[in-house]
């Protein structure tokens, strides 16, 4: 599979350090709206091919999959574009800013027969059945209450700074609570309530959502990109509780009974980096000729940026794409 990279930011170099120790998978173009930028990057990760112009990779037939690494305001118009010339598309996360935009991502994909997929990387993760299959096994008992957060000082940083490029904490970092949250209780939400402190430009800097589910379950979780939280995800139930080590890329599970005893430590396998599970399910869909990758199928993108929508609205914050 041939693999393409649509910017060369930092989250671009992070994949491309991955890809290159990949096998199965070339690390074949970069494309930059700065050509000197990409040929830097293509000599220093040894891709292929560079390109001074996202149209003119994506118009080399040689492209099997294109990573879209631009900052998520931008990722409708980049994702769009790149299947409307018939490629498969890996989109970073938060995958667009409304779940309006989702859609019409998900429905050019099927219109144009092409794969598309979020790279939302803890949904790919071996880690997720390992937490899945301890709370399904009884261990902890009933399950009543998770609770997560996730939280980095990088409110400086100017994609999260800025309204027009969809910045904040909630599409940043608030998604991977959210997922963490979905992936253990499901789908089945009746309320959602939620707060922010917002910055001086209109951003939420942090911020908290509690979701309430119609079985009494309930997920607390916190978001904040000024300050470094502990990451953690806890599973509560009536038997003890299930605490998993940085919900971004979990390190290590541990089980413990009612009295605070550790049972048992799952170390999750051995990685590259952890991105390597979203392109190898991205080659598995490929070679299957899906549009959708099973780990996370397009309606559960949608769910995501339409919870985050209702979150948005409680806050009052609307980017300048949306009016």
């Known amino acids: 599979m041939r693999f393409a990279i649509l910017g060369a930011g930092g989250i671009a170099r992070k994949m491309a350090a991955t890809v290159i120790r990949m096998e199965g998978v070339e690390a074949y173009a970069v494309a930059s709206r700065d050509g000197a930028k990409a040929e830097g990057f293509a000599r220093e990760f040894g891709f292929a091919r560079s390109y001074g112009s996202y149209e003119k990779m994506l118009d080399d037939p040689k492209v099997d999959l294109v990573y879209i690494a631009t900052p998520h305001s931008h990722h409708h118009d980049h994702a769009i574009m790149a299947m409307k010339k018939g490629k498969a598309v890996l989109c970073e996360k938060a995958f667009s800013i409304n779940a309006d935009q989702a859609r019409e991502m998900v429905c050019v994909a099927k219109e144009n027969s092409v794969l598309l997929a979020e790279a939302i990387w803890t949904r790919y993760m071996p880690s997720c059945s390992i937490i899945n299959g301890l709370v399904s096994s009884g261990v902890i008992g009933t399950v009543t209450s998770l609770t997560a957060n996730l939280g980095y000082p990088v409110g400086h940083v100017e994609r999260l700074r800025e309204l027009a490029l969809a910045g904040g904490s909630l599409l940043d970092l608030g998604v991977y609570p959210l997922n963490f949250a979905l992936m253990v209780f499901g789908r089945d939400i009746v309320d959602i309530s939620s707060s922010c402190v ?111 929508d209702k979150v948005r609205e409680k806050w009052g914050i609307t980017f300048p794409q949306e009016a």
């Open 198 to 308: 917002k910055t001086t430009a209109g951003v939420d800097a942090r911020g908290n959502m509690t979701l309430t589910y119609a079985d009494g379950r309930m997920a607390d979780l916190h978001f904040n990109m000024d300050a470094a939280t502990d990451r953690r995800g806890m599973i509560f139930g009536s038997k003890g509780y299930i605490e998993v080590r940085n919900i971004n890329n979990p390190e290590v599970i541990r089980v413990f009974d009612k009295n605070h005893v550790c049972m048992a430590s799952h170390e999750v396998p051995p990685q590259i980096s952890g991105y390597e599970y979203e392109v190898i399910a991205c080659r598995n869909a490929l070679e299957k000729g899906q549009v959708e990758c099973p780990e996370m199928p397009h309606e559960e993108i949608i769910f995501v940026m339409e919870i985050m």
